[in-house]
């Protein structure tokens, strides 16, 4: 892998899709659904407190749903509410992470792939297929590649956007398919493992990806750089701290879970806040059903408690 890239001084510059957004004079407005949200009257604290906010109820519910406290859950769902829901979460994510905070996370994919020259004006040929789970918008740097590389984007998401070009869809129920045509080159996971409020359920979505991601051979690319080949490849956006700063996760237990899955780390980048990684998935390789608990492999108080699980099923 090449050496991990850090950009601390940036914030959330190198990542972030960008705001969709019509100018009323005053700041930019994103229309969510039927919600109206002022992005530039929204502090970025309120942003982050609501995204945090959403994210710790989340664990909670999956919590008494494990317990099977029906009442709790119907008192968190009521909260949720107030809080205005999977739409209220979806602007957040969109106005905290508009050009002046952050940026548009496929930036980076579009980066590294432009590196193995798979994209470009002059990649009219190539067809890369691309998997977007979590999309929230069809404007971003991968979709501008589509003719430049990429043949498509199928974009999906709990929650659509843009009911025309983002089907709304859960990942895990997402139909796979075992024709090579209906499977994509890259998979991106843009901050939406951490949105997933267990550990075992991010194991399984991680899991997951390999199902959509089309076989070495049946790939119709070639890279012009001598470097091999990233494809099929999975993109993986995390909040830093998921990696950094966790009782039950650092970046290298994640790179191991990810190899017991086959993919292997070729690319790593570290905005302020986020970490990038780009994994090529080797198909040839048999996925080793290697199981990881959660641990306590980082010790301290005042660490948070991402982990990923993976049950040997
Ligand atoms: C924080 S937003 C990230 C959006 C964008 N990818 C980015 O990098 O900024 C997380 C999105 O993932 C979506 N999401 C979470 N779990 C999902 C799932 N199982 N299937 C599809 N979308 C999911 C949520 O609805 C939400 O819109």
Request: aromatic share 6%; glycine share 8%.
């Amino acid at each position: 892998m090449g050496k991990v890239t850090r950009n601390r001084g940036s914030g959330l510059k190198s990542g972030r899709p960008p705001l969709s957004t019509t100018n009323t004079g005053q700041g930019s407005t994103s229309t969510v659904g039927k919600h109206n949200v002022n992005a530039r009257r929204k502090s970025s604290k309120a942003t982050r407190n609501l995204i945090n906010k959403h994210h710790q109820l989340h664990k909670s519910r999956a919590a008494a749903v494990a317990a099977g406290d029906h009442k709790h859950v119907g008192e968190i769902d009521g909260q949720l509410q107030q809080l205005g829901g999977l739409e209220a979460y979806q602007a957040a994510s969109l106005t905290g992470q508009d050009k002046d905070r952050g940026g548009d996370s496929s930036e980076r994919l579009v980066e590294w792939l432009r590196k193995y020259n798979l994209v470009g004006p002059t990649r009219t040929k190539l067809g890369l297929r691309v998997l977007e789970v979590g999309a929230l918008s069809s404007q971003n740097a991968i979709s501008r590649m589509v003719g430049k590389g990429v043949e498509i984007v199928k974009r999906i998401d709990l929650n659509s956007q843009e009911p025309n070009v983002i089907e709304k869809a859960d990942f895990m129920t997402f139909p796979i398919s075992d024709a090579c045509a209906v499977k994509y080159d890259i998979v991106s996971l843009s901050l939406v493992l951490n949105y997933v409020p267990d550990a075992a359920g991010r194991g399984e979505m991680l899991r997951r990806t390999t199902s959509f991601l089309r076989r070495q051979g049946t790939i119709d690319s070639t890279t012009a750089v001598d470097a091999p080949s990233p494809l099929p490849c999975l993109f993986a956006v995390m909040p830093l701290p998921c990696l950094t700063n966790s009782r039950y996760m650092t970046h290298n237990h994640f790179v191991s879970i990810m190899n017991s899955l086959g993919y292997e780390i070729l690319e790593r980048h570290e905005s302020q806040k986020l970490s990038y990684t780009l994994f090529r998935w080797h198909s040839d390789k048999q996925e080793t059903r290697k199981t990881f608990k959660k641990v306590e492999i980082n010790p301290g108080r005042m660490r948070n408690n991402f982990a990923v699980v993976m049950n040997n099923a």
